[in-house]
């Protein structure tokens, strides 16, 4: 038995359009050790859901395609599960809480009924067990049993992403992963679901990839942290030396432009220029072109992730010469 | 003291729903003065759009009084408020849905132009178009891109170079930066504060965010429920909030630093309750700590100045 309960090596996967062939993982490695929360962070477009999806090898093919590397979760290789082996996996080794809770629930059926599927599908169960279960499961999530007949449309935001939370925990999955589960709701009940997310996967010793693109909701919740930048981790490590110690321009760009750091007044300042198009990007250091300490080097190679200190990972090509370092944040 | 550009006094916006009426916006009041930002922070459904959209009169008030530049204009019908449109400019959250998707940057832009009738000529209007490109940060070479072909930064720095068309003194920025990306979102936010500084612009500036809110603004006004809980010049609000939504609100943002001390958390319990039919009690009442049913259920509090420039409206909070 391994310590890691998910390692994902070298995945590369690309989605093929009729504009081109969208390279939206572009060689990524990290593992997530057992009652570990790891928080994968980067901006729209860096390749952080397709990365969650492939982890459950639920990319949509065509057009996407897992082009090559490794999955292992809780010791099974995903890439080479049978359709049945899938779909006992999703579930029990690993559930998914996708973002937007007002559309993940079908609207026609019971909250109830949507978290006794979960047993029905897994478990050998009577319909009225199952819904005894849901009822128990909507308890731990904060939610009165009589609710378990109410539909959809009849819970808040929140209390739909607290039903969703139900469902991805119902069968006891060793592993969660939680696609920007808070994005869509106010700030006061992101509070709340953080809570309950936390205190969950504590009590009952669960790990999780957290999705995110929130760096004070990675600081809150994560014990490591990864970067992502155009398909590829830039920076990887635990959320102490990524928040204290930053090393890669990229993720320095991010902080310095968050306004919360900042006085009223003061200028903020940006990464300059856009996220590269994904069918069509930069050579070399993908981040490069706006990267305000690239020199002629970084569009040459591909930096590789190379050892800082500690558990603290970055690729910049900078760092060949050993004076280098950041400008910092402020 | 600078020119009040704006005054709201008791402004009100009820809507009739099939469960009863829908306090959207109740007895709200403020000045913002010229070349100054208002910041109005809440969650969904405490009223801050409508507020925002009543100003402009693009929804009719139910009761209250706007004075813009001196004018009341609450009583002002479309045909009155349609050269008054020049002077005030909205900006929309959702750069996606808010730009017409068959016309060009350079239509979109000179849209108001010409339908203000501000320039006359063809090619005095496309000189004026591309300097509001270059004003905005949008590259000359986009001007015959449609709005499919851009990302969200470029899409709103569009809808920032409509609203700067018609020369306002007043823009309302209902959720400017939402929906982008936190590098893009410094990128405009920077081109909002540098056309204040250049312009002399008033802001209206609504949204959710409070790190945004507390950068951007000279007073901060909370809402909650259709009402004001707590106004106050931005450092007073951040350094001492007094109302206990506030506080709530404040201690509910994730803070982006490891290892360094943080303050206690202080979750609210519940979630918002329904705006439609409310009782005379304090409408935080059910989801606070602090409150004293005796008190806080007799009556709706009301704003009152507990320390200069700085307003509540709390039972609980004593001057």
Not at chain 2, 237 to 244: K, M, N, Q, S, V
Request: glycine content about 8%; charged content about 25%; aromatic content about 6%.
């Amino acid at each position: 038995m391994s310590d890691n309960i998910l390692e994902v090596k070298d995945l590369v996967v690309r989605y093929e359009t009729e504009d081109g062939c969208v390279n939206a993982v572009n060689g990524l490695s990290f593992t997530v050790g057992k009652q570990k929360i790891l928080g994968l962070v980067g901006e729209t477009g860096a390749g952080k859901t397709t990365t969650a999806l492939s982890i459950l090898n639920l990319i949509p093919s065509p057009p996407g395609k897992i082009v090559s590397g490794s999955i292992t979760l809780n010791d099974k290789d995903v890439l080479s599960l049978s359709q049945e082996e899938l779909q006992k996996m999703r579930g029990t080794d690993a559930a998914m809480i996708f973002q937007d809770p007002m559309t993940a629930l079908n609207p026609v059926m019971t909250v109830g009924e949507q978290i006794a599927q979960a047993f029905k599908l897994h478990q050998k169960i009577t319909q009225q067990e199952s819904i005894e279960k849901a009822k128990e499961m909507l308890k731990l999530v904060g939610i009165d049993e009589s609710r378990v007949y109410d539909y959809p449309h009849q819970f808040s935001g929140g209390m739909k992403q607290r039903v969703i939370i139900a469902i991805a925990l119902a069968c006891s999955p060793k592993l969660l992963l939680a696609d920007e589960p808070t994005t869509a709701l106010d700030v006061t009940i992101q509070a709340q679901v953080l809570e309950l997310i936390k205190e969950l996967i504590r009590d009952r010793g669960m790990s999780m990839v957290l999705i995110t693109h929130d760096l004070g909701v990675v600081a809150e919740v994560c014990d490591e942290v990864a970067v992502m930048y155009a398909g590829r981790i830039v920076e990887i490590g635990s959320a102490w030396e990524i928040f204290n110690e930053t090393k890669h321009p990229y993720t320095e760009g991010l902080f310095n432009s968050l306004p919360n750091l900042k006085k009223r007044g003061e200028e903020l300042k940006p990464i300059q220029g856009l996220t590269p198009d994904p069918t069509n990007l930069p050579a070399g250091c993908a981040f490069s072109p706006r990267c305000p300490y690239a020199t002629e080097a970084c569009s040459k190679t591909v930096p590789e992730l190379r050892h800082m200190d500690g558990t603290h990972y970055t690729a910049c090509t900078a760092y060949d010469s050993p004076d280098f370092k950041l400008g910092g944040k402020d | 003291m600078a020119k009040v550009l704006l005054e709201v006094q008791n402004l009100t916006k009820y809507f009739n729903t099939p469960g009863g009426l829908l306090h959207a916006v109740d007895g709200v009041s403020f000045q913002v003065e010229e070349g100054k930002t208002l910041g109005i922070v809440g969650e969904s459904g405490c009223g801050k759009s409508t507020t925002g959209r009543t100003i402009l009169k693009l929804i009719e008030p139910t009761s209250g009084k706007i004075i813009f530049d001196g004018k009341d204009i609450t009583g002002y019908s479309r045909g009155q408020m349609r050269p008054l449109r020049t002077e005030m400019q909205m900006i929309f959250q959702d750069p996606f849905s808010s730009l017409d998707p068959r016309m060009t940057v350079m239509q979109l832009i000179a849209e108001p132009i010409i339908e203000h009738k501000l320039i006359h000529g063809r090619e005095a209007i496309e000189k004026r178009t591309l300097e509001l490109m270059e004003t905005v940060g949008l590259a000359q070479r986009l001007v015959n891109s449609y709005p499919h072909e851009l990302d969200g930064g470029r899409r709103q720095r569009i809808g920032i170079a409509r609203a700067l068309a018609v020369n306002p003194k007043l823009i309302v920025c209902d959720e400017p930066v939402s929906a982008l990306d936190v590098s893009i979102q410094a990128q405009i936010l920077n081109l909002l504060k540098k056309l204040q500084k250049d312009l002399g612009l008033t802001y209206i500036f609504i949204t959710h965010n409070l790190a945004v809110v507390k950068y951007f603004s000279d007073d901060i006004a909370v809402m909650y429920l259709g009402q004001m809980v707590e106004k106050a010049p931005s450092d007073d609000i951040f350094a001492e909030p007094l109302h206990p939504y506030t506080r709530a609100l404040l201690s509910a943002i994730p803070i982006p630093t490891v290892g360094k001390e943080k303050k206690q958390r202080v979750l609210i319990r519940g979630e918002i309750t329904s705006p439609v039919n409310l009782p005379d009690e304090c409408r935080f009442m059910k989801r606070c700590d602090e409150c004293d049913e005796k008190i806080c259920g007799s009556c709706d509090p009301s704003l009152v100045e507990v320390k200069p420039q700085h307003f509540v409206a709390c039972h609980r909070v004593k001057k």
